[in-house]
């Protein structure tokens, strides 16, 4: 009699345990839609809990949760990480907004759990604090990206000299070219698809804000006229994808001085020499030290030297001591040289 009883009790315990288990679980996100500003910086938290029966929260009392950005990657990143431990089952996440507009989808998911998902809106902003026809938004704020964007940026130009890539329009090959296309292709995302393509041999860091050409400005990011930026620029054909050297001189870059020991990696020295047939404009691309070759110097240049057939010219890496020493005067980097403008940064970089 007492044995029925216990198997009795048994199998009522079993049942019990048994449908806890059949019971649905839920994840709660709070809250389920956030709107950021699309400039790079602003975040905010966000908590998940995971309802579940009790008796699964015995047999499951940290459950493991994974993310993913099933849709908009180029306009959230999503920290700590992309997979967690979930304690008294609620965790807090950061969203963070990039640097362009658009819709984006994150996916949580536990288990056997039914997806969650949070949907964040991120809308862009045309503020331009500092006047410089520059959208605030477009500019690499964090150390850390101004660092990845200078590395990627000198290793591109440099990459030109012993190999054109093919991913470099021939209509641009000219000397503001060289700069037009390393800075489309540092601000991109370099994946492991990106490298190989590019034949590079080692990790390329990337920008986080954003990732060419989902930028705030598309894929147009060089200035054509002055003034502060308006959201109506773009339209107004104000950018281009490409601009020649006194452009890019006048409108894209920000003069540091004639002083080479303040120069940084990515800084660009300007030549401007009036009447001379293949080049009245040069400029050239600061790499300090080369990426590919060890040489062990610390003011190597790149630059894409013209000739008189259009497109024909070819990508030089030099450095500024043989350059002072240049047997045409005009193209020393040395401040009695009156063709000379010295050194500037990139606005990107501001």
Not at 154 to 171: C, H, K, M, N, Y
Request: charged share 25%; net charge neutral; aromatic share 12%.
């Amino acid at each position: 009699m007492r044995r029925k009883l216990f198997v009795s009790i048994y199998l009522v315990l079993l049942g019990i345990l048994g449908i806890s288990f059949l019971l649905p679980s839920k994840i709660v996100i709070e809250p389920d839609r956030i709107d950021l500003p699309a400039d790079g910086i602003s975040r905010t938290p966000v908590r998940l809990q995971v309802q579940m029966p009790v008796v699964r929260r015995i047999f499951f009392p940290h459950p493991k949760i994974t993310t993913q950005v099933i849709q908009g990657a180029d306009f959230v990143n999503l920290f700590p990480t992309d997979e967690v431990r979930l304690r008294d089952h609620g965790v807090s996440y950061f969203v963070k907004s990039r640097a362009a507009e658009g819709e984006a989808v994150i996916r949580f998911k536990v288990h056997n759990t039914p997806a969650g998902e949070l949907r964040v809106f991120t809308h862009t902003v045309n503020s331009d604090s500092n006047q410089d026809g520059f959208p605030d938004s477009f500019q690499l704020t964090s150390f850390t990206d101004r660092e990845n964007f200078r590395h990627a940026f000198a290793f591109i130009a440099d990459l030109q000299v012993s190999r054109t890539s093919p991913e470099w329009p021939v209509g641009e090959h000219h000397a503001a070219g060289l700069v037009c296309f390393a800075v489309r292709e540092a601000l991109r995302g370099h994946s492991e698809t990106w490298q190989r393509r590019f034949g590079a041999s080692m990790a390329v860091p990337s920008v986080e804000k954003y990732s060419f050409p989902m930028t705030p400005l598309g894929e147009k990011i060089f200035r054509t006229q002055g003034g502060a930026y308006l959201p109506t620029d773009l339209a107004n054909g104000f950018f281009s994808d490409c601009v020649n050297v006194a452009t890019m001189r006048e409108f894209n870059v920000t003069f540091t001085g004639r002083d080479r020991s303040r120069a940084q990696k990515g800084d660009l020295l300007f030549f401007s020499i009036p009447g001379a047939l293949n080049f009245p404009d040069l400029v050239m691309i600061f790499l300090k030290d080369s990426s590919i070759q060890s040489s062990g110097y610390q003011d190597n240049v790149v630059y894409y030297r013209e000739s008189a057939q259009a497109g024909e010219g070819t990508v030089i890496e030099s450095r500024l001591g043989l350059l002072e020493r240049d047997p045409d005067p005009r193209l020393r980097p040395i401040e009695s040289n009156k063709f000379f403008l010295g050194f500037f940064r990139l606005k990107v970089l501001y």
